[in-house]
């Protein structure tokens, strides 16, 4: 990457299109891309599948294991889709990565997101938990944010831009 952010965490509500332009990102930028769904213990897919939000102890753990991830990664770079809703979860994933992280936040509305996740099939998340994803959200300052309100090609565009 022509700069120092090794590891990208692209974040947001559920239904924002992190594994959507997680994945294209990953293409773009020849990094591997891990979907943060994909290391929830199965205690929280349970959960949320169950239709509970997770709170902010269901989270921890998870949140230790993405940022190992992280480390992991951090010389050969990677691209990480994970909400990280709250400001103080983002600090446990940034933990010992320093500048060699950033989070690409993907903004759109409650609307929006809603009407892509009407479409959306064979995914756990159920549709009624994306309030509770938004009042749970403490949106990023400081950090690379793209609308989604257009398409997939473009939002990486963006976000391409934003990163050189
Ligand atoms: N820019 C876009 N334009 C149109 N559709 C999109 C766009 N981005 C994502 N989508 C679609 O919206 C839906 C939600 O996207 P995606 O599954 O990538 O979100 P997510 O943030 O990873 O969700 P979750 O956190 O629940 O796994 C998918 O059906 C995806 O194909
Ligand atoms: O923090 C959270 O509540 C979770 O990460 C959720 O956002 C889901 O993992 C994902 O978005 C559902 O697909």
């Not at 983002?90 to 892509?116: D, H, K, Q």
């Amino acid at each position: 990457m022509p700069h120092n952010k090794t590891v990208l965490v692209v974040m947001g509500v559920s239904g924002s299109g992190k594994s959507k332009i997680g994945k294209l990102l990953s293409k773009k930028l020849n990094l591997p891309f891990y979907d943060g769904d994909d290391f929830h213990p199965e205690a929280n897919i349970e959960k949320m599948s169950s239709g509970t939000p997770l709170n902010d102890n269901d989270r921890k753990e998870w949140l230790i294991e993405l940022n190992k991830l992280a480390l992991k990664n951090k010389k050969v770079g990677a691209i990480i889709a994970c909400s990280a809703l709250k400001k103080n979860y983002r600090s446990i994933l940034r933990a010992g990565m320093g500048n060699c992280m950033a989070f690409v936040y993907l903004n759109g509305t409650f609307e929006l997101i809603r009407s892509r996740l009407e479409t959306r099939k064979d995914h756990f998340m159920p549709m009624d938990l994306l309030k509770s994803q938004f009042d749970t959200l403490e949106p990023p300052s400081n950090e690379i944010s793209v609308s989604i309100d257009k398409s997939p090609d473009s939002i990486v565009k963006d976000i391409l831009k934003q990163l050189n």
